[in-house]
Every structure is written in C-alpha cells, then in structure tokens.
C-alpha cells in the first residue's frame, strides 16, 4: 500500500467533508452499478437451486432407469432405496464439504477469483455427470457439483456483503435467496419438458444446462473487480482504490468514496486488534444465538425441497 496516497486520502477526507452535505454523508455515494454488479453475481443462487431440485425427480426418467437401474425383485429396472436416498444426498454432502472450505478459498484466492473457481469446480461436476455410464461415477460429480454449490452459498453473499452499502445490504443479499427460488422454478419447467423426451436428453439435458449457468456466472465475473475489502486487508490500496471506483464510477478524489475506503480501513484494523477468528467464537456468548438462528433458518429452507419434489 502507498503510505503517500493513504496519506493523500485521509487529507483530502478531511478538506472535502466540508463540502458534502448531510444526506450525501448518509448515503456514501453507491450507484446503481454497484447494486446491478451485485445483483448479477446472486445468480450464483440459481445454481443451488437448479442443481438441488433436478437432483430427485431424475433419477425417476425411465431413460435414466434403463441405463443406470438395475433389476428389482419386481422383474423392472429401478434403483434401491438406499441407492435413491445416496443419489439425493450426496449433494447435500458436498455442499456441506464446500460450505466449510469456502472460507479458505475466499481467503486465499480473494471473493472474485474465489467465485471464479467456483464455477470450475462446478463444471467439473457437470462433465462427470455427462460422461458417466455408471451410477457411482454419476454420484462423484453429483458430490463434485454439490462441492462447488456449497462454495457459492458462501461466497456470493460475502461477495454481496463486501461490495453493498450497510443500508442496502439486507436486501441485495436477500436477491441470493431469489435466485434459489427462480432456479427451482426453472429446474421444475426444464424437467417437465424433457422427461419425456426419447433417448438419453431426458435427463442429459437438465444436467447439460448447468453449463451454461455456470458460464453465464463466470462470464460475468471477468469484468467484475475484486472486493475493496479484500483488497485493502491485502494490503493493496490503489487497487481497491480502482475497485471503488469501478464499482461506483466516482473520481478517485470523490469524498464519498475516500470517506468508505477509509471507513473500510479503519474496521479491519478494528478486526486486527481483536486478533485472529476461529470456528470455536460462531459457539459462545452472543455468538451462539446468531448461530442457530442462522443454522435453522437454513434447515427450514431446506425442507421446502422435499415438498416442492413431492407435489
């Protein structure tokens, strides 16, 4: 970081608060760039959903049965129940896997390219999924694809969170829950008119779409900046300098914009002071309760796909 343009930046902060008027001081000066950027990168929400409500019913296409089933006691092709019960859950498995390591990922290869390899790890899933001829190689990209879903339910929201306003916060991050609903929606639809299709794009098909969502979400990502927090906290000023303006196209000498990096600055240093974090802190005091709160909040969103796939 450059000790001179900090400096540079505190001083004009201070010369140039003057100047802004008190409603330009609550509003910190994001425009709708920002708002549509983060937007955009919520549609890493309509993997989750897509990927989770595709998951269940397909494994009921009789194209599906016919290549991967085997013979039941009944003479016909079908799967076990605990075949079944492992198809649905080994997703569940690699999100959570993914869920856990997405911190090391956000941390070690920054928000942006944190998402970026994401959609890779996804679309590996993706190309297992294609190209198997036997249920369990099926399973493994259903766990691969499962990885990069539990990636994404991480790092967009940290991606949202770090990019948004405190004011608007709540409900930009609330557009990552939209986009699970829309992907189940659309999931629903894309199986409905390919289930009865002959051959094996009854169920290729459903699975094959996720690349282009996948791709869609990277494509993006090319032209979006790395996180001004991120950037800041790795000791990379004049880049999150770029990133701030970027993301809310002021000048580099806007006040609204020095006053925000420098409000950025001033809590990771806060954060510092305080020492480094562990899993051990989400279990104790006040902590715990936010903890279930959002544990439980996730598990009652959850058993919504059970009765959406039953109805």
Known sequence: ?????????????????????????????????????????????????????????????????????????????????????????????????????????????????????????????????????KIAVLMVGRYIAGFGVGLVSVMVPLYQAECIPAKRRGTIVSCYQLAITIGLLIGQIVLFFTESKPGKGSYKIPIGLQFAWSGLLAAGLIWFPETPRFLIKAGKWDQAVKAKMTLTGFKEDDPRLQEELLEIKGNLEHEMRLGEATYAECWRGLNLRRTLLGVFMQVWQQRIHPLINRS
């Open 1 to 133: 970081m450059s000790n001179q343009t900090e400096t540079k930046f505190q001083h004009n902060t201070s010369t140039n608060r003057r100047n802004v008027d008190n409603d330009d001081q609550k509003d910190i000066g994001h425009t709708l760039r920002v708002y549509l950027i983060c937007i955009f990168v919520a549609f890493g929400g309509f993997l989750f959903g897509y990927d989770c409500v595709i998951g269940g019913p397909m494994i009921d296409i009789p194209k599906f049965k016919l290549d991967f089933g085997t013979v039941m006691k009944n003479g016909e092709l079908g799967f076990t129940t605990s075949t079944r019960g492992g198809f649905v859950a080994v997703m569940s498995l690699g999100t959570f896997c993914g869920a856990l390591s997405a911190s090391q990922f956000a941390d070690r290869l920054g928000r942006k390219w944190g998402l970026m390899t994401t959609c890779l790890v996804f679309t590996v899933g993706i190309i297992f999924q294609i190209v198997a001829s």
